[in-house]
């Protein structure tokens, strides 16, 4: 069973930055793509960083320019650094990966990101 754990969430002033780390339990370079999505209270989960096995990105342009994903193979874990952060990016913020080839997702427990003064 594939485990992924988040970290790095809290409580931030805006404008602050925090970096939130996934651990994944298996070897990342098997997933086709992995990615970051948030969910605020009442609003549907969203996309927020999307990477891929040969490091293509992609992010919707609420986060464009301000958040950067990035993948380590050989620790397992992919990064959300997240700039320049507004009370708008408060949720929760879940990792993802994708198993194209045996048509499997995984979830993370998620890990709560606050942006208020």
């Known amino acids: 069973q594939v485990q992924l754990v988040e970290s790095g969430g809290g409580l931030v002033q805006p404008g602050g930055s925090l970096r939130l780390s996934c651990v994944v339990s298996?070897?990342?370079?098997?997933?086709?793509?992995m990615g970051w999505y948030r969910q605020a209270p009442g609003k549907l989960r969203e996309l927020v960083a999307h990477?891929?096995?040969?490091?293509?990105?992609n992010y919707p342009d609420s986060v464009k320019g301000r958040f950067t994903i990035s993948r380590d193979n050989a620790k397992n874990t992919v990064y959300l650094q997240s700039n320049s952060l507004k009370p708008e990016d408060t949720a929760v913020y879940y990792c993802?990966?994708?198993?194209?080839?045996?048509?499997?997702?995984?979830w993370g427990q998620g890990t709560q990101v606050t942006v208020s003064s």
């Open positions: 993802h990966a994708d198993d194209l080839r045996l048509g499997l997702e995984y």
């Open positions: 298996s070897n990342i370079f098997r997933f086709d793509t």
């Open positions: 990477i891929t096995r040969d490091d293509s990105t």
